[in-house]
């Protein structure tokens, strides 16, 4: 299966835990997006990466949220010490150009956070 | 104001029937127009892609959109319980790479 792989698909965490979660984007596709689902708010841009760069981070919180795509291995979208409102699905999806000129994203099945 | 508008629903309609589904934006710059559906539980899919004003038609569906108005629209015809699904707008602009979604209007076909 060549789609957007996302792990783990369900993570719990406790307050102040951190939470690591990872996204291998689709083979020959070098940008990643990061986005955070709620119910009822839709999806949230979070932060928009190529291959060792970040492009675009103005949907991220500026504290505790961070995000990375490294040359080698997937990108990692990292919450350090995490409060109950971080619970959410997070959607990673790849694309092989700019997804805004080509409108299409390649979506995983995203990774479903919970804080106690 | 929000960038873009979309009314949640839920929308339930009879098997068959032509679905209306919309969203308004504010920002004057978009010029990148898609639809997008979600399962439960699943991540989303492309449905339709635009490019500025017009109409856009695949199969069962079709893609409208009026930038004078800030309003795009997508139909579709002769709907299935299959189709049933949330529906997510989404535009985006040569200024940035993001692509901005509105909330997703939940749709229930009935048998």
């Known amino acids: 299966n060549a789609g957007v792989m996302q792990n783990p698909r369900h993570l719990v965490r406790r307050r102040g835990q951190e939470a690591r979660l990872r996204c291998s984007p689709m083979?020959?596709?070098?940008?990643v997006y990061w986005y955070r689902q709620l119910p009822e708010e839709g999806l949230k841009f979070m932060v928009y990466?190529?291959?060792?760069?970040?492009?675009?981070e103005s949907g991220m919180p500026k504290e505790r949220f961070s995000a990375e795509f490294p040359k080698e291995g997937p990108s990692i979208l990292r919450i350090q010490q995490v409060v109950r409102g971080d619970s959410a699905a997070y959607f990673c999806?790849?694309?092989?150009?700019?997804?805004?000129?080509?409108?299409?994203?390649?979506f995983g099945e995203g990774s479903r956070l919970t804080v106690l | 104001q929000k960038e873009v508008e979309q009314d949640p629903g839920p929308l339930s309609v009879p098997e068959g029937a032509i679905v209306s589904l919309n969203c308004t934006y504010s920002?004057?710059?978009?010029?990148?127009f898609m639809w997008y559906r979600q399962y439960s539980r699943k991540g989303p899919e492309l449905l339709m892609y635009?490019?500025?004003?017009g109409n856009k038609e695949d199969g069962r569906f079709t893609a409208q959109v009026d930038k004078s108005s800030k309003y795009i629209s997508l139909f579709i015809r002769d709907s299935q319980p299959s189709d049933s699904a949330t529906y997510l707008c989404?535009?985006?602009?040569?200024?940035?790479?993001?692509?901005?979604f509105g909330k997703g209007t939940r749709l229930h076909i009935l048998p």
């Open positions: 999806a790849s694309s092989p150009m700019s997804g805004s000129r080509t409108g299409e994203l390649f």
């Open positions: 083979k020959g596709h070098s940008h």
């Open positions: 990466l190529q291959k060792e760069n970040i492009i675009d």
């Open positions: 920002n004057s710059a978009f010029q990148y």
């Open positions: 635009t490019y500025s004003s």
């Open positions: 989404a535009m985006s602009s040569n200024r940035d790479d993001k692509i901005i």
